[in-house]
């Protein structure tokens, strides 16, 4: 995992290690400001955005690289 | 005899740290789903583990998803020898460790001479330490591994792991240390102490048993020992012991901000009222290289094991050699590596404090012990 600044690679990390390392970053984050998350195809798709709704994080958008991972943007929901 | 216990064998184990403790007894209460769950409270049970993660890897300033949590440092230093020498045996079969290892390390090289390596045993000086000179001299082009621990559980000297790191580093060698005793005690960085496999244990910092970590280098790849579930990005499965581990990731932060200088008076004012008070006594070890928290000295003439006995009589706890060969007949191999013969290691002591030990304690342990000494040494004229 590369943590800068609001930016979080979870590229390679498997379910759930990765949902919860994007919630511990979360939890360091001020109320509304953004975090990117790139994240892998497949699985961690379905459950990192779902884990991170249900501990009351906003989704704001999720893009499909040319490589084939997700760059996801998350507001915190403090 | 006084009721209040002292426990100076915290090279044993430590204290579980109340805080520690109590976290613990919050983890089972809220983090009991399996880790590897997807759903809620699995994923509670998750935060507890990255948490502990984040907590060590921040203290050894190394890439958190480099950091896979073990039993122990056993298996710590089990899978980083024994996975790293089969993973890469085609790169060679030549292994280089010092003579003064815990037997979780020399066991697995042993393992490995008997299923086709080669290993050379660096031996210490008086002191205990191992000279990178000699690492120097013993490396060969086949050479696939290097392994120092970073201090002795014996007597407490400390190698020096950065420029023995550099040294496997310049020469394209993997280089692993075991840090089961320093984590915690003295500062470390993975990259400025030029550290491929870092082995770490809880117990010895007032955490839990049953929890420990090894620090592989990105660039690493390793057989794993155990095979299952695929936890640990596959490098180690099994289910997590996840509030062995939440409290392990305590210990390790608050062991990082504990200072040390108070343990290092402790040790000083042990070494000197002991060496005031009791004659024909010598240090095993480093006056200036050793951990701040150990002391290990010879006592001529007493037997060792009947001082513990008698100390614990009286409340006292300290070891008689380490804790893991005080059931053992055999004599420390590692006072014998340092050129010491089988009496000296059977009238030998060590001590080990914490940061939660107290300079009473430390003047009650010196009285009791010079008036243990005194008798012994009285009976044993008595009886010639």
Known sequence: MQAHENNLDLRGIPCPQNAAQAILHLSTMLFEDELVVLLDDGEPMINVPESLTLEGHKILSQEKSQDGSWLLRVQCGG | ?384
């Open chain 2, 1 to 384: 005899m006084n009721s209040s216990k002292i426990y100076f064998d915290n090279a044993a184990t430590t204290h579980v740290h109340p805080q520690v403790r109590a976290l613990m007894m919050d983890v089972l209460s809220d983090g009991s789903a399996n880790p590897s769950s997807t759903h809620s409270a699995g994923m509670r049970a998750r935060l507890y583990v990255e948490k502990a993660r984040q907590q060590i890897a921040k203290s050894l300033n190394a890439q958190t998803s480099r950091l896979f949590f073990t039993s122990g440092g056993t298996e710590s230093n089990n899978l980083a020898i024994i996975g790293y020498c089969l993973h890469n045996r085609a790169r060679g079969t030549h292994l280089i460790t010092s003579q003064i290892e815990h037997p979780s390390v020399l066991e697995p090289f042993r393992w490995l001479e008997r299923n086709g390596f080669s290993v050379t045993y660096l031996a210490p000086n008086k002191e205990g330490v191992i000279a990178p000179a000699d690492l120097q001299h013993a490396l060969q082009k086949d050479t696939l591994l290097v392994s120092i621990m970073h201090a002795n559980n014996e007597v407490g000297s400390l190698q020096d792991i950065r420029a023995l790191g550099k040294i496997c580093r310049d020469h394209h060698v993997v280089f692993h240390s075991d840090a089961t005793q320093t984590f915690g005690k003295v500062p470390m960085s993975v990259i400025d102490d030029n550290v491929d496999l870092l082995t770490l244990s809880s117990h010895k910092v007032h955490g839990p048993k049953g929890a420990g970590a090894l620090y592989i280098k990105d660039s690493l790849s390793l057989q794993p020992v155990l095979f299952g579930g695929g936890q640990e990005n596959g490098q180690r499965s099994g289910t997590h012991n996840v509030e062995a581990i939440a409290g392990f990731g305590l210990a390790a932060e608050m062991a990082h901000t504990t200072p040390r200088e108070s343990i290092r008076n402790l040790r000083q004012r042990l070494r000197n009222a002991l060496f005031d008070r009791i004659q024909s006594i010598a240090l095993n070890g480093s006056e200036t290289e050793c951990l701040d928290n150990i002391l290990n000295v010879f006592i001529d003439g007493v037997e060792a094991i009947k001082v513990l006995h008698a100390l614990d009589k009286k409340g006292i706890q300290i070891s008689a050699g380490s804790a893991c060969s005080a059931g053992k007949k055999t004599a420390s191999h590692v006072l014998k590596a340092m050129g010491f013969d089988d009496k000296r290691a059977s009238e030998t002591l060590r001590f080990s404090l914490s940061a939660y030990n107290t300079a009473d304690e430390v003047d009650r342990v010196a009285n009791e012990l010079s008036l243990i000494v005194d008798q012994l040494r009285g009976l044993q004229h008595a009886s010639t």
